[in-house]
C-alpha cells in the first residue's frame, strides 16, 4: 500500500506538488502523467525516500515490495539531424519555389 496525505513539495518559490492525496493499495498500478516541470520525478523520488516532501506524509505500508518502472518514449529522429531542435523548427527554403507545371498560373 502506498498512501499520501498534504503532501508538498517545492524548490525555492516554485511549488511542484500541492496538497496530494491518494491511497494506492497493495498491487495497485498507476501512470504519472503531465508535463515538463510538472513534479513527475520528484513524486518518484520522494516514493523511493530519495527526497521528503516538504509538508504532509507519505506512508509506504507492509504488503508487496513497491516495484517503480520509469517508461520514456523513444526520441524521434531528427528531420536534419545535424542540426539542433530548435535550429529544426527555423524555417527553410520552399523545395518546390516555381509551381507545378500542371497547376495553373495566375495571369498578369
Known sequence: MVEAKGVRKGFGDRTLIEDLTF?????????????????????????????????????????????????LPEPKPSPRPTLTPIMNLAPTPNPHPHPHPNQARAST
Open 23 to 71: 491511497s494506492l493499495p497493495p498491487g495497485g498500478i498507476v501512470g504519472i502523467v503531465g508535463p515538463n516541470g510538472a513534479g513527475k520525478t520528484t513524486l518518484i523520488r520522494m516514493l523511493m525516500g530519495e527526497q521528503q516532501p516538504d509538508e504532509g506524509e507519505l506512508i509506504i505500508g507492509e504488503g508487496p515490495p513497491l516495484h517503480m518502472a520509469l517508461t
